[in-house]
């Protein structure tokens, strides 16, 4: 059986505002194995986002763990979640989130000058992910001079720029028209494939079902498998 590297253990989040209070997961289990590619579908509002954003640390839950294999993550100091944060984890967002003042190779070398990679080292990654993902030919353009399909390649490459294990995506294909959004979604597909990276990719769109090999639906906060 292959290696279980994420998993949510009666995962909780309330949000509360002065004179409200959602419960926007209502204890979800879920196991990410090694190199598995999974969907997580659900409507608006059901909880989607904030699932991706605890099992990224990049936000606490109000009850529950999660585990990065035997690591309780959210039991660790600020600076180790940082470390787990940076290095095991790569993120991708409907909005692509470059600086458009850098180049494209620049962008994907943030990740790695933050993680303390010499920078020609960062260089020589950055543009071997930019051909991985085919923007080979773009290693000097700036954000504003590519497509919003290109865009989010590089959102990918420099999700990818750390070697991460997992890579969560966020309604990586929400922007695109439904073509461009095939080819970031096979583009996933093949470096999960060439990478053995394990992905978890909330979408709405069922047509990327054929994709996957698990797809998770959440409704109003509960997992259904
Ligand atoms: N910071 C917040 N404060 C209060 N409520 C919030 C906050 N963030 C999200 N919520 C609520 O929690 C629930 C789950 O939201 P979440 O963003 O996780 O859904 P989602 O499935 O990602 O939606 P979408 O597909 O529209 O992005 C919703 O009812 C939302 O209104």
New binding site residues.
Partial sequence: MSEIVLKAVNLR?V?E?EN?R?E?LKGINLSLKRGEFSLLM??????????L?ILGTLDRPTGGKVFYKDLDLFSLPEKELAFFRNKKVGFVFQFHYLINELSLVENVMIPMLLAGAPKRKAKERAEYLLQTIGLGHRLSHRPFEISGGEKQRVAIARALANDPEIVLA??PTGNLDTETAKSVLTLMKELNRKFGTTFLI?T?NRELEKFADNVYF?KD?VLIA
């Fill in positions: 989040k949000y505002t409200d959602v926007a659900g409507a608006s509002g059901s909880g989607k986002s904030t699932l954003h966020d309604e909330a709405h959440i906060g």
